[in-house]
Structures are given as structure tokens and as C-alpha cells.
């Protein structure tokens, strides 16, 4: 069995582990270093450090401390690992914590957070799902079971200085466009909440000042929320300091592509099982900007899905010009609307979409002046037949349950 570099706690704060940190910076110290070729497990918070808690009760969404994510473990030091060089990541296997066999879904106020659908579910929702070995299910969403895709939804090298700066520019530039946005443009950086690792005294100051929040996906990798980057995968990250400083966090049982919840996927504890190897120079030699992956060997085996098509008109009527985002979102509007006919409630349409291995696709952007986006819903993971026919649908939910709500104070 491969050794355990990293340990955490659950029941211990994140801010008490010093092979915990939750911002970007070439300063913070490796955590552990290991050897190029060699394996190990890492065990990682949830992505809020235990914020959110097994109950029915959304006020943990509402009020999350969301300057505290990502709690990250790491960083991993690799030997004669340089700058320029690419680091290769094999996901050898990826676990959940016997104690701790359950995970979140959520959707933070528009206050706090927001999210994809904001506008219309601007109030705190959460569901729980429990694991029951690959499978999960929830008490909060009835008649729906899947296998998870479980995979982490940050995984990264640490940034050099330049690349720090170069963060720090252009998403102030952005936030500064707007500053009084709710939610924000860009998160920036934000030293009371930081937690760097086993950086102390001035330097550690300094740092947390400069650090650069976990929440975007930027060159490095880092928060891309990509489900297929599954258990099985191999990645090729770009390294920036001596030693790589591989970390990783924020894993998920399941996610619908997009995280369109945004808080977040099914988020759970967990440990993740790792081997790297170097490919020197390899940056140069392979053209790379951004990590490129290959997939996993195995995955959840859905066929059959019912797709929705959107386009970029939106909920108004109003015509934009080639516009994905936009177009995604009319397609995750028309799935819910769809659901809502079995029974569901719009807010448990909304998890299945953000939790269930929903595929998203973007379908064209040529044709003006409509984006398409799709959005893949796989019809296994229903108890009953959710596809159209003659007779119409069936009330498949009674709406006995439903997904609890934290009204904005
Ligand atoms: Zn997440």
C-alpha cells in the first residue's frame, strides 16, 4: 500500500494543518517532497474546510465563509522537477472516508455566491447524497441514482512570481471594471482568511497579500471542475517553480459539466492516490499553455440521453450575438422545465443537473446569430421513464420532500 504524505482530520480545522493552504503563491513551502516514478495518497478537506454540514438545513450555504475555499493539501514537491518542465500525474484511484460516506450539493444566495442560475434560484439550497459504494443517492431528490465519476475539481502546480502578477493584473483590471458587483467579477486577493501553508512571520504576510484566490482555473490548471479528469486519468501539468508544488483539493463524487450549482458538484472528504513522473522540457517540446489530460479507462457506462438544445436568446426574448454561455443556460433551463412535469421541483431539477453525470456540449457557433449549447441527460439514472411519450408524463414525485431552503436574512 502506498504511503500517506498527507493526513487530515476531520474534526481539526484546516487552518491548524500546515499541509493545508488556500492561495496561490510560489513562496508557500512543499509540503512533502517525493520522488519522480513514485506513488502516494493524499488526503484532502472538502473544499470549505467542513463548513457545510449532514443535516436539512441550507444556513451553512447562506452564510459560508466563501474566502476561505479552496482548503488545498499540498504543495507536493517533486525532485529535480523545474520550471519548463511537465509534470505527469497519473490519478491512480480516488476514495471517500468510511466516516464521512456523504457529500453536498448546493446553490449559494445570489448575496453569497451566486451561481450559473442565479437569477432564479437566488435563495441558499442544499441536498445531501450519501455514497453507497459507487452509487449515490439523495434524501432531498427522490428516484435518482448514479455510479460517480469521482474526481478532483482542482488539481495544480504552484505559479511563479511572473505568472502571480501577471493573476493579480488582469483579474483586478476585471473587478475594477465593476467593482460594487454582486456577486463579484473576480475574487481578489484577500489575506485575512489566507491559510499558507507552513510560511511564517513576514514572508508569510507578504504572501498572504499577493496570494491569488483558488476560485478561477487559470493556466496551471488549478479549479477547472472538469468531471472526466477522473480516477484513471493521466495529466501533463505545467511546472513554474523548482519543484513543481503539486496540490490538489475539492473533490467530487459527481458533477454535471459546467458545476452549474456551483456549490459545487456532489463535494466531498476524500483521499486521492497519485503517481507522478517528469518529462523534462517538456513545456517547450510539446507546445503547452494549459494541462492537457488523458482520460480514465473506466467510467459510469450511460448511453442514453434525452438532450435539450438552447440558443443564445434569453429568458427575455433578447437576441445575442454567438453567445455559449447564454445558450447553455437555455438549455439547462428547458431540462428543468421538463423534469418539473414528473413532479420534481425546479430547485431538485437544478441538482440533478449540477450533480448527475450530465454531459455539455457546445453544439455550434458559427450559425448567426445563434450559439447552440446542449445539455445530455443520461435517462438511466431515473426510477422511471423520463422519456416523452403519447400518454404524457407520469407524476413520478409525490413532493413530500423536498430541497431544504435558508431564506436571505
Ligand atoms: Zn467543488
Not at 173 to 191: H, N, R
Not at 224 to 250: E, H, N, Q, T, W
Amino acid at each position: 500500500m502506498a504511503e500517506t504524505i498527507i493526513k487530515i482530520d476531520l474534526k481539526q480545522s484546516p487552518y491548524e494543518n500546515e499541509k493545508i493552504h488556500n492561495r496561490w503563491h510560489p513562496d508557500i513551502p512543499m509540503a512533502v517532497t517525493v520522488k519522480p516514478g513514485s506513488d502516494f495518497i493524499i488526503e484532502c478537506y472538502d473544499w470549505t474546510g467542513g463548513q457545510i454540514k449532514n443535516d436539512d438545513d441550507a444556513s451553512d450555504v447562506r452564510d459560508v465563509d466563501l474566502s476561505q475555499v479552496h482548503f488545498l493539501s499540498g504543495p507536493v514537491g517533486v525532485e529535480g522537477a523545474e520550471p519548463g518542465d511537465l509534470l505527469e500525474v497519473d490519478i491512480l484511484d480516488i476514495g471517500t472516508f468510511a466516516e464521512s460516506l456523504w457529500g453536498f450539493n448546493g446553490f449559494f444566495s445570489k448575496k453569497n455566491g451566486g451561481g450559473f442560475l442565479t437569477e432564479h434560484f437566488p435563495e441558499a439550497q442544499k441536498s445531501i447524497w450519501d455514497f453507497n459504494g459507487m452509487f449515490t443517492k439523495s434524501r432531498h431528490v427522490p428516484k435518482v441514482e448514479f455510479a460517480g465519476l469521482i474526481h478532483p475539481g482542482l488539481i495544480g502546480c504552484l505559479p511563479s512570481k511572473e505568472l502571480l502578477d501577471e493573476w493579480n493584473k488582469r483579474e483586478k483590471a476585471l473587478y475594477d471594471t465593476a467593482p460594487e458587483s454582486v456577486p463579484p467579477l473576480a475574487t481578489i486577493p484577500y489575506a485575512e482568511t489566507a491559510h499558507m501553508g507552513q510560511l511564517k512571520g513576514e514572508e508569510r504576510a507578504k504572501a498572504a497579500a499577493e496570494g491569488a484566490r483558488t476560485v478561477p482555473p487559470r493556466e496551471h490548471g488549478g479549479n477547472c471542475d472538469i468531471k472526466d479528469l477522473s480516477r484513471g486519468s493521466k495529466i501533463y501539468f505545467p511546472v513554474y517553480v523548482k519543484g513543481a508544488g503539486l496540490s490538489m483539493g475539492d473533490l467530487h463524487f459527481s458533477q454535471g459539466d459546467g458545476e452549474i450549482t456551483f456549490c459545487g458538484a456532489i463535494e466531498m472528504a476524500g483521499w486521492i492516490h497519485l503517481r507522478v513522473n517528469l518529462i523534462k522540457d517538456g513545456v517547450k517540446k510539446y507546445g503547452i499553455k494549459n494541462p492537457i489530460f488523458k482520460p480514465s479507462p473506466i467510467a459510469p457506462k450511460y448511453d442514453d440521453y434525452l438532450i435539450f438544445e438552447g440558443i443564445s436568446v434569453d429568458e427575455k426574448g433578447k437576441q445575442h450575438y454567438l453567445d455559449v454561455h447564454i445558450a447553455y443556460r437555455q438549455a439547462c433551463l428547458n431540462a428543468i422545465e421538463y423534469l418539473t412535469k414528473f413532479g420534481y421541483s425546479k430547485a431538485q431539477a437544478y441538482a440533478i443537473l449540477g450533480t448527475a453525470p450530465v454531459q455539455g456540449h457546445i453544439s455550434g457557433v458559427v450559425d448567426i446569430p445563434n450559439a447552440c449549447a446542449t445539455l445530455w441527460l443520461p435517462t438511466d439514472i431515473f426510477e422511471f421513464d423520463v422519456k416523452p411519450n403519447a400518454n404524457g408524463p407520469t407524476k413520478a414525485i409525490d413532493g413530500s420532500v423536498q430541497v431544504p431552503l435558508a431564506p436571505d436574512l
